[in-house]
């Protein structure tokens, strides 16, 4: 077990390289399943997410060879078609990535319910269902797996026209992977259209496939009948680069956030100028300054190019610091303010009132001892605390990991004082008597 300690008060000065995108890496490495041929994937990040997928995909029988800490190269010629078990797949929710990949490949896939961050919602899956049944696949639910098979339409799936009723990031992804290798045409209507759904995209045209529209509304998939080998380098990621981004907001100082693509930036920027942060584009960088002081300001979570709710807890934290009264709408996910009550122990005025939060802002936070929840509410607790005066502790550090490669050293590179440390846990403490 590991909790962060964290002096703040001071302001972040510095270069922060940005890492390969989370978001994109938990679908492209399942989506090497479908490849029979050998995938070197670069710019992939160093995270526990990554590493629990490529241990699914070696049980299922992959050869991966690590190049170096942010390339493999994954064999998937000869993986064998298999259940992916619940003590695996619990811990991961791209882990029903696996079920578009495998069916899409094998005509069968049994993969245990996934697991993944709560942030007290639920989090269906019924849209992925609905595009594998569209897709000709018998699917059922029980005992705690999935189970879909092409066996009643010959083994593999055909292409359709499906309209998805809520838009979804997963069963964007998950329908795209399933119709890859499908015989015909599938027409997607009411898809996600966030970066990593286009990073998906391209990898798999990379690697043989026929895929159009990524990025707009509208995909359009001509299945092909197998996919080769190549090389493929996964985009910087955008939630990693705006948490950085956030933290300069709520702390101060001057950082440069290197390896971006600015485009995919604006959403995030947008906001950060409205609070008064100056942010200057040079090159694939983005110079984000905070000197004077913090603005409130309104802000209301929606699909690509909306305001990503992936970043609304950690916008929340500088909103914290910010002077007047903010209010956020979380109209993504039904709820996802549970770092409030975290906040509060440091001193933040928040409301939470079913998907809205309302932030009045105070002149500091303090120091507190405080549990991570979910893996960007933790990253939102890094950020409060790194601007906070005194010392936090922060617990359920593990969250943080799942998503942010290098997190200490990244920090502590832009005169953050933060470090990690090794706690016995509670059983262990126990247990010593
Ligand atoms: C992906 O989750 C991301 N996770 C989430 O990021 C992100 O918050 C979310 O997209 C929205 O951008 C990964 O990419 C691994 P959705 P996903 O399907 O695919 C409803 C992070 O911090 N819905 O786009 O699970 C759902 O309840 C993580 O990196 C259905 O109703 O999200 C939600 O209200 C946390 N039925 C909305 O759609 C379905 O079948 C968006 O969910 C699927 C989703």
Not at 39 to 57: A, F, G, H, M, W
Not at 80 to 97: E, I, K, M, T
Not at 169 to 189: Q, R, S
Request: glycine share 10%; hydrophobic share 45%; proline share 3%.
């Amino acid at each position: 077990m590991k909790k962060y300690v964290i002096e703040g008060g001071n302001p972040l000065f510095g270069d922060v390289q940005i890492s390969g995108a989370k978001n994109a890496a938990v679908a492209i490495i399942p989506a090497a399943l479908m490849v029979d041929g050998v995938c070197r994937i670069e710019n992939i990040p160093q995270i526990s997410d990554v590493s629990l997928l490529l241990t699914i995909l070696h049980d299922l029988g992959a050869n991966i060879r690590t190049i170096n800490r942010n390339t493999v190269e994954i064999d998937c010629s000869r993986v064998h078609n298999g259940q992916v078990p619940y003590d695996l797949a619990r811990r991961c929710r791209a882990s029903y990535y696996m079920i578009g990949s495998l069916l899409g490949r094998f005509g069968l896939a049994d993969v245990a319910l996934p697991g993944g961050c709560d942030f007290g919602g639920t989090r269906p899956i019924d849209q992925h269902l609905k595009g594998f049944r569209a897709l000709g696949a018998q699917v059922e639910v029980q005992g705690g797996f999935i189970n879909a098979s092409a066996a009643e339409i010959g083994g593999r799936l055909r292409g359709a026209s499906i309209f998805l009723d809520k838009v979804s990031v997963g069963a964007t992804i998950n329908i795209m992977l399933a119709a890859t290798l499908a015989d015909g045409y599938t027409v997607v209507e009411n898809v996600a259209k966030e970066p990593h759904i286009v990073d998906v995209a391209n990898f798999l045209n990379s690697m043989g496939a026929d895929i159009k529209g990524a990025g707009t509304d509208i995909l359009k998939i001509r299945g092909v009948e197998r996919l080769h080998g190549g090389t493929y380098s996964i985009i910087p990621d955008q939630i990693e680069a705006g948490t950085y981004m956030a933290a300069v907001a709520a702390c101060g100082g001057q950082i440069r956030v290197c390896n971006i693509i600015p485009k995919h930036m604006d959403c995030i920027t947008a906001k950060l100028l409205e609070m008064g942060v100056e942010v200057e584009e040079i090159d694939d960088n983005l110079l984000v300054r905070r000197i004077g002081p913090l603005m409130k300001t309104n802000i209301k979570t929606m699909p690509y190019p909306g305001f990503p709710t992936d970043m609304q807890p950690q916008l929340a934290a500088a909103l914290c610091l910010a002077h007047g009264t903010s209010i956020i709408t979380e109209s993504v996910w039904s709820s996802r303010f549970r770092y409030a009550d975290e906040f509060k122990r440091m001193g933040a005025q928040i409301q939470v009132d079913g998907n809205l939060a309302i932030i009045e802002g105070v002149e500091q936070l303090s120091g507190a001892q405080i549990e991570a929840c979910d893996l960007r509410a933790g990253a939102a607790m890094v950020i409060a605390a790194l601007a906070a005066y005194g010392t936090s502790e922060i617990t359920g550090v593990q969250y943080i990991e799942r998503g942010y490669e290098d997190v200490i050293e990244k920090f502590r590179k832009l005169g953050g004082n933060i470090t990690a440390v090794e706690v016995a846990d509670a059983e262990e403490v126990l247990s010593a008597g």
